[in-house]
T-cell receptor
Framework: AQTVTQSQPEMSVQEAETVTLSCTYD???????LFWYKQPPSRQMILVIR??????QNATENRFSVNFQKAAKSFSLKISDSQLGDTAMYFC????????????FGTGTRLTVIP | DTAVSQTPKYLVTQMGNDKSIKCEQN?????MYWYKQDSKKFLKIMFS???????INETVPNRFSPKSPDKAHLNLHINSLELGDSAVYFC????????????FGPGTRLTVT
């Protein structure tokens, strides 16, 4: 069975500081993609960053970067220079490179950026 | 230009009623999905269609029936609504099987009273 675990239900960070959200997953497959999605109060699901499991280099998107440890099945998200607009639920997810490609989601981390 | 749209955005109805949620994508994608987000914010796949063909049908009650009249539409019909069906339902689409990036609609908040 495929599982995604986010062990931090809630986190807070001061504006302009850095915060790291943790995620671990479990799968016996070898070819997959990993994602972080953001869900602000508007409810819209927004893709923040993605990582191909076959790439060793960690993905970065502006202030967002990941620490991907394939052997440990760990995929954490680092947000640098936190902004008020980063306040949201953050979901870790993965999908397989082949097959139906549905996303398996974690339970989410509610992040609050404090002014 | 909305990529993935859902109607309605909010739906309040009574137990026992039948309701539908519509989803349309204008991205030319072949694959569409329905996800359910429960009250604890957990998101789980319900159905997936590729080229109008059912690919995934998770352990969802038979009261839920997806219908894909064409590749751009995937509607969700729910019969005999129950209190436990209250949730946010998200439609999503991707270019096709093997394409990893999914685009989500704005969600439909269903409240069953």
């Amino acid at each position: 069975a495929q599982t995604v675990t986010q062990s931090q239900p809630e986190m807070s960070v001061q504006e302009a500081e850095t915060v790291t959200l943790s995620c671990t997953y479990d799968t016996s497959e070898n070819n997959y993609y990993l994602f972080w999605y953001k869900q602000p109060p508007s409810r819209q699901m927004i893709l923040v960053i993605r990582q191909e499991a076959y790439k060793q280099q960690n993905a970065t998107e502006n202030r967002f970067s990941v620490n991907f440890q394939k052997a440990a099945k760990s995929f954490s998200l680092k947000i640098s220079d936190s902004q008020l607009g980063d306040t949201a639920m953050y979901f870790c997810a993965f999908t397989f490179r082949t097959g139906a490609n549905n996303l398996f989601f974690g339970t989410g981390t509610r992040l609050t950026v404090i002014p | 230009d909305t990529a993935v749209s859902q109607t309605p955005k909010y739906l309040v109805t009574q137990m026992g009623n039948d309701k539908s949620i519509k989803c349309e994508q204008n991205l030319g994608h072949d694959t569409m999905y329905w996800y359910k987000q429960d009250s604890k914010k957990f998101l789980k796949i319900m159905f997936s269609y590729n080229n109008k063909e059912l690919i995934i049908n998770e352990t969802v009650p038979n009261r839920f029936s997806p219908k894909s009249p064409d590749k751009a539409h995937l509607n969700l019909h729910i019969n005999s609504l129950e209190l436990g069906d209250s949730a946010v339902y998200f439609c999503a689409s991707s270019r096709g099987l093997g394409s990893y990036e999914q685009y989500f609609g704005p969600g439909t908040r269903l409240t069953v009273t």
